[in-house]
């Protein structure tokens, strides 16, 4: 059982480039996550998703775009990166709030994007 | 001010210790709350729930107040495997927006 995929594990971005960070899970949950943790901010939320097609902003989504096409996966795009973008990034998926433990959430093992 | 606040400590221990975390939270909506643990260069894994009533696993107390708005996480006989950041986590009303604390780094030392 994989879990929370993410890919690529490692990223180098001259300013100004793109690129798009793939989530991947395979349990079948309904919520999926992106956040960045940066030293001694915490993890925050950058986009999330209640469900197939649907995303929503959440606490620091400037510079960031989501899409969720397919149920499973949850992609995150820098348009054009910057150097503030430089960070670790975590997907989570959780179940849903209905039943019991839905609302664990399960991480990806992070992305680690620095931005030159 | 954060919604979730965590004193970033470090707190270093030694082992057998019992140590006590608190975390506070602003928004009085919140309707669930979790301790995550992280270890360095690791993502965060879920620790326990914490429930009004308070709850125990093995070496671990978990406690909410809510009057106070705060949740506190106990560890009795500490080892050295315990040495990791503890996350504080708040489920805001709605429940699809979690709310991280910046986490508390604990250091248990031999």
């Known amino acids: 059982n994989a879990g929370v995929t993410q890919t690529p594990k490692f990223r180098v971005l001259k300013t100004g480039q793109s690129m798009t960070l793939l989530c991947a899970q395979d349990m079948n949950h309904e919520y999926m996550y992106w956040y960045r943790q940066d030293p001694g901010m915490g993890l925050r939320l950058i986009h999330y998703?209640?469900?197939?097609?649907?995303?929503a902003k959440g606490e620091v989504p400037d510079g960031y775009n989501v899409s969720r096409l397919k149920k499973q996966n949850f992609l995150l795009g820098l348009e054009s990166a910057a150097p503030s973008q430089t960070s670790v990034y975590f997907c989570?998926?959780?179940?849903?709030?209905?039943?019991?433990?839905?609302?664990?959430?399960?991480f990806g093992e992070g992305s680690w994007l620095t931005v030159v | 001010r954060k919604e979730v606040e965590q004193d970033p400590g470090p707190f270093n221990v030694p082992e057998g210790a019992t140590v006590a975390f608190n975390c506070t939270y602003s928004?009085?909506?919140?309707?669930?709350f979790f301790w995550y643990r992280q270890d360095c260069r690791k993502e965060p894994k879920l620790l326990m729930s914490v429930y009004s009533s308070g709850n125990e696993d093995g070496r671990f107390t978990a406690q909410l107040n809510r009057a106070s708005q705060y949740i506190s996480l106990l560890i009795r006989d500490s080892k050295l495997s315990d040495s990791a950041t503890y996350l504080c986590v708040a489920f805001e009303a709605g429940g699809f927006k979690t709310i991280f604390g910046a986490g508390t780094r604990l250091f248990v030392k031999a």
């Open positions: 989570a998926s959780m179940k849903n709030l209905q039943s019991e433990g839905g609302n664990t959430i399960y």
């Open positions: 928004n009085s909506a919140s309707q669930s």
């Open positions: 998703s209640v469900g197939e097609g649907t995303t």
